[in-house]
Nanobody
Framework: QLQLVESGGGLVQPGGSLRLSCAASGFTLDRCAIGWFRQAPGKEREGVSCISYNGGSRNYADSVKGRFTISRDNARNTVYLQMNSLKPEDTAIYYC??????????????????WGKGTLVTVSS
């Protein structure tokens, strides 16, 4: 069964950090572009970041540039999202998704075929 599982969410104070993980089972990620997306309460889902199959290309939404870093470890079949300097507006459910194509389309969800169930990130004092 093809599955993506996110982990690493939680409650953090403003200015804090979290690292999210996206682990795949049932298929290998090494030929897939992987994206992170988020959906805040009452808002539409938005793209956060995307990384190409080998990590050579990385894209970020303007709202997270300089604060978030996407990376991948294909040997572990896992993609990460390091989130620093977190703000209350970063509060959302974060999802990872796999695109059965090697490269991203910016941070768009176009072509993202497989989705995880999400992990909640809450930034609050």
């Amino acid at each position: 069964q093809l599955q993506l599982v996110e982990s690493g969410g939680g409650l953090v104070q403003p200015g804090g950090s979290l690292r999210l993980s996206c682990a795949a089972s049932g298929f290998t990620l090494d030929r897939c572009a992987i994206g992170w997306f988020r959906q805040a309460p009452g808002k539409e889902r938005e793209g956060v970041s995307c990384i190409s199959y080998n990590g050579g290309s990385r894209n970020y939404a303007d709202s997270v540039k300089g604060r978030f870093t996407i990376s991948r470890d294909n040997a572990r079949n896992t993609v990460y999202l390091q989130m620093n300097s977190l703000k209350p507006e970063d509060t959302a459910i974060y999802y990872c998704a796999a695109r059965t194509s090697a490269y991203c389309s910016g941070v768009a969800d176009y072509g993202m075929n497989y989705w995880g169930k999400g992990t909640l990130v809450t930034v609050s004092s």
